[in-house]
């Protein structure tokens, strides 16, 4: 055995002060989406549009088979930027027009790029500052499918890592992204009416009215099952997977404890959405804007709803509406003081939202399809 | 944003004054097997045969390639029918007539049907009856290889909406549905002997004599996994997953906590049976009745016991007999009162039935395989 | 319903004095790697390789696809044994010349022998005794692609049945085994420069000095999922997964409580590591030894180290060099006692090794790479 003469300690991710406007990261690994992935994210989160859960169903409305929703193609392609971008963040800030392209199947390869669009020192807590960047998200690079998935902004909270240290403040152009919601044709010669009985029958485009908050019916407890689904996406920020480094000093932390990644309730309110909205979509078009407003832990249920802001025809299929909405979560806190109130927490009981996110989604219309 | 103007809360699932006699529901979403679900649920329950372990062996035999095993085709099966029949059920009350028919395969896409049976309001509980109902699953509707996975009826205690409603009680006949396990020929010219030390070696038809107890050795502690197991089957009912809604009125819920969806202790007896039992089956005929006869939660062990009730030749088949069983689930409860009983309880616990199924299985003769 | 007249308690596995040198198991069962098992263990013990991530990377470098990183490889194959050789034992006591060679990849089936090379009773306690044995994994048997995966000797502590039985004491010879690193030939026309930003920048065989401690900087805290975890991988040892049994006698259980399989901690010290140690390998080439040196339990947060030991050309690759190094696994414990350490336990908490395995590494070098 040789002698250990030193000892590394090796850090991974960039501080505040690493980062310059115009900086490209070509992110590590790229993550193949296996079944495996598929089913334990697609179905964790209660997604219940069939084309996510019926082959037969996926393949009949032109896709080559089961499709990834966008929650879970959003967790898949957000998790690679982990590393570089955030690993030493404190908070997810914002998320800024995310749009959909290429549908995601199953053995497809996600390879991510990032740019640095800005560094703004915050203007109250000297070792953090706000990095504001836009990820791309291709899949299958070099082959003959290869295409953009998604592309999105956003702005997050990182740590200084030396408090005193120079910022590359600045701003670049975000780049011109070619990123369009793929939609299968319609076919006027297939028989969608065979398969009606397999989507709700109450969420085609003519069911929305403009002014409609949705409760949606169901709840969802998580539980420390977390860390592990927040492994198997690559994202390896500790705060979601090292008590240990939390009980040394858990003022610190958001809560004492682990918390839960964004992107679970992210996909578990888009899941938990989907009997009412989502059922009979083709996809997620865009999200204009959204943001995390609580963190959420292990034991706490979450809940979801959705209002109905505006309807509008799509530019270039008769058969498709488009429907913008406010999709909204939240959970409860034990509240000895609150009496029941007009938004439904029951008496002792605090709702507290912790979720929101703007969404425009390609709805089929029942003249068409049903 | 629109002013939001209603509040509509979405409620899912039928209610005892809902159903009809001789309604049929076309069930929602269908599920295509995946890897993922396939090895999630096949291995923890820790099912031993290699049909389901080992595609070698499975394609020797004359499948496809690996094949899902009874309890996770009932799972999936089932799961698609709660939404309709029992989102607003209290408990599960029979199984009956449950029948095999072709093998499911990793890739194929299961749809069901089902019919009502009857509807009996509940002696004693006002807002309460029984729902009689008869579900059928199919694979790959419309593909070549169409064809029914299996048929079952059940009864269900559900509740009423509207405590005063009429109730549509009646019955209908039982549709006739061709449903007959599906068997791989006997070929005399297969190898079977080079691949027996894959099964294990005391559990061939000659093996098993009639009024035999079999006490299966391994227990498996649930853990709150069950709440994400739950959710891939896309079983929606509230009561196996939303912790919050139990704790507005713990005495309404069975315990007051979240009760483990019973196809778990379904499959996980049927899989802690499988080194006993069956390891050399070539599939499970029919469960003419079942039932749960005790809640299972988190945290608690279960442990099951075969007894052989009858041994008969296959009308068809002289390589294989068919075992007439009953499979037994259990857990244990603390109860300082306990002496250390007959049933091997340890003193100061007390053992609890949690489940009871017959079996006809088709099991391989020694003299032709081994 | 026939009368029980007789109950049989199946044991399963062998105890001390059932083996004796020179017996050969052929074990039960055999596995096919799905992408449900792949995606579960790969994911969670956050391996970062882009072989077992990135199938564009895997196949651009020469690989079928996917590559089953050797942790899982190690899981996968270990756990076929354990009914016949340590489902009656106390504990694990040591890994010897563990060797890897056929890749393995999603769809494969391995199946696995062991020969008994020796049973040495225990110095000091009656009940128990040290079982050597050599065991081998292959895949596809009978294909054309049939391979050893891998290979390896392990020692054991098993418990005999009946305290005063006679042992067959005695050693046999380990069979030569013909097992050696799979390695995809160099391409010298392929462009591996244009995805070398897909590994770490700073893990090439140049990187590594001998006698460097590198400190990795991940932790991941394991939960109940490792009785989950356990099962999909068919170990069936009881104090893995059966808490009833455990409490009805804690003593005679390590920690009594449940312990996680010993596997689970290997694989996650080799992921944790991957980053700093594993991101340009090519392969482990062998473990020339390994143990466990304390239990861990749920709750409980894993940490892992790597020693620089040896730096060597690789015999017939001038593009790869072979790194010999220890893997040091650690969790902590709270000690009130403990003051702040030299080896970085903050105070009040006490480091505790609970695994090391000598590792020989085929790794890319950068001359040739990126």
């Known amino acids: 055995m040789a002698e250990i003469t030193r000892t590394l300690h090796r850090k991974t991710g960039n501080f505040l002060e690493d980062f310059r406007p115009g900086q490209v990261f070509r992110h590590k690994g790229g993550k193949t989406v296996t079944e495996g992935l598929f089913t334990t994210f697609t179905e964790f989160a209660m997604t219940s549009n069939p084309l996510a859960k019926n082959a037969r169903y996926a393949r009949a409305y032109g896709y080559q088979?089961?499709?990834v929703p966008p929650g879970l193609a959003m967790l898949v392609a957000f998790s690679q930027t982990v590393e570089d971008v955030s690993e030493n963040a404190r908070t997810n800030r914002e998320y800024i027009d995310m749009r959909f392209g290429a549908p995601l199947y199953v053995g497809d390869t996600i390879e991510v790029e990032t740019k640095v669009?800005?560094?703004?020192?915050?203007?109250?807590?000297?070792?953090l500052g706000i990095v504001h960047v836009?990820?791309?998200?291709r899949k299958n690079v070099g082959a003959s499918d290869e295409a953009v998935v998604m592309t999105w902004q956003r702005k997050v909270d990182v740590f200084k890592r030396d408090p005193v240290a120079e910022l590359h403040s600045g701003e670049a152009e975000p780049d011109a992204v070619d990123c369009e919601l793929w939609l299968p044709p319609f076919d006027a010669g297939a028989d969608y009416k065979s398969m009606a009985h397999l989507s709700s029958a109450d969420s085609y485009f003519e069911d929305f009215e403009?002014?409609?908050?949705?409760e949606h019916s169901r709840g969802r407890t998580m539980t420390t099952e977390h860390i592990h689904l927040t492994a198997i996406l690559d994202n390896t920020s500790q705060v979601h997977c090292?008590?240990?480094m939390i009980d040394q000093d858990p003022k610190r932390y958001v809560g004492g404890q682990l918390i839960i990644f964004g992107g679970i309730p992210f996909t578990l309110c888009l899941g938990l959405s989907s009997p009412d909205i989502g059922d009979n979509a083709l996809g997620d078009i865009c999200y204009p804007t959204g943001r995390h407003t609580a963190p959420l832990f292990a034991g706490?249920?979450?809940?979801?709803?959705?209002e109905i802001h505006a309807l509008r025809d799509?530019?270039?299929?008769?058969?498709l509406g488009i429907v913008e909405a406010r999709l909204l979560g939240h959970k409860f806190q034990a509240d000895p003081a609150a009496e029941k109130d007009s938004e439904n927490a029951p008496a002792g009981w605090k709702k507290v939202p912790i979720f929101e996110l703007e969404r425009q989604i390609a709805v089929k219309r029942r003249s068409h399809y049903a």
């Open 65 to 67: 088979g089961l499709v």
């Open 117 to 127: 669009l800005g560094i703004v020192p915050h203007r109250k807590i000297d070792n």
């Open 134 to 137: 836009q990820s791309t998200a």
């Open 210 to 214: 403009v002014g409609t908050r949705i």
């Open 242 to 244: 090292n008590q240990f």
């Open 300 to 306: 706490e249920t979450v809940f979801a709803a959705t």
């Open 314 to 319: 799509h530019p270039d299929r008769p058969d």
